[in-house]
Antibody
Framework: EVQLLESGGALVRPGGSLRLSCAAS????????MTWVRQAPGKGLEWVSI????????YYGDSVKGRFTISRDNSKNTLYLQMNSLRVEDTALYYC????????????WGQGTLVTVSS | SALTQPASVSGSPGQSITISCTGT?????????VSWYQQHPGKAPKLMIY???KRPSGVSNRFSGSKSGNTASLTISGLQAEDEADYYC??????????FGGGTKLTVL
């Protein structure tokens, strides 16, 4: 059974940093791309970033480019999101999701971890 | 820019509804990698449709997808109370990025 468990969400001041983690199990982690998607309170889904299975390629949404860094440790089956220069508008529930292996979608999602940026 | 979806749609049990998802030639129009997600309140999104019209194992055949030009659509037939949820489209886009729609709230009357 595929399981994704996010952690690391917290209350942080504007300009601060935070690292989110997503522990994966139930599939061969290194075979699949992984993505972060966020959802601000009461709002829709926003794609944040994606990383290929090997970790060799990463891509970002315009709103986080240059501030966030996605990475993975395939030996630990864990995905990360390093968030720097946080802004109030980064406040959201952050989901990690598994890529579907070339089918152009995200087939399994975690339950999310809440990041609140406030002074 | 986010894909454009109607903010809300509604239908009675047993009826059919269609949710549209309009993008551009940089996303929906150029890639057959449109997916749809169902999200119930307080829950994580669930994949309902991928590659425009394919259903994952376990998803009811009452859910179907299509695409024409820059617009994709999700149709739910035989509406049931449990279908009441938010629905989001998602498309692969240029520069290996992804974009979601703004979401549509489905109300089953």
């Amino acid at each position: 059974e595929v399981q994704l468990l996010e952690s690391g969400g917290a209350l942080v001041r504007p300009g601060g940093s935070l690292r989110l983690s997503c522990a994966a199990s139930g599939f061969t982690f290194s075979d699949y791309s992984m993505t972060w998607v966020r959802q601000a309170p009461g709002k829709g889904l926003e794609w944040v970033s994606i990383i290929t299975g090997s970790g060799g390629d990463t891509y970002y949404g315009d709103s986080v480019k240059g501030r966030f860094t996605i990475s993975r440790d395939n030996s630990k089956n864990t995905l990360y999101l390093q968030m720097n220069s946080l802004r109030v508008e980064d406040t959201a529930l952050y989901y990690c999701a598994k890529g579907s292996g070339g089918h152009g979608c995200f087939d399994y999602w975690g339950q999310g971890t809440l990041v609140t940026v406030s002074s | 820019s986010a894909l454009t979806q109607p903010a809300s749609v509604s239908g009675s049990p047993g009826q059919s509804i269609t949710i549209s998802c309009t993008g551009t030639s940089s996303d929906v129009g150029s890639y057959n990698l449109v997916s749809w997600y169902q999200q119930h309140p307080g829950k994580a999104p669930k994949l309902m449709i991928y590659e425009v019209s394919k259903r994952p194992s376990g998803v009811s055949n009452r859910f179907s997808g299509s695409k024409s030009g820059n617009t994709a659509s999700l149709t739910i037939s035989g509406l049931q109370a449990e279908d009441e949820a938010d629905y989001y489209c998602c498309s692969h886009a240029d520069s290996s990025t992804w974009v979601f729609g703004g979401g549509t709230k489905l109300t089953v009357l």
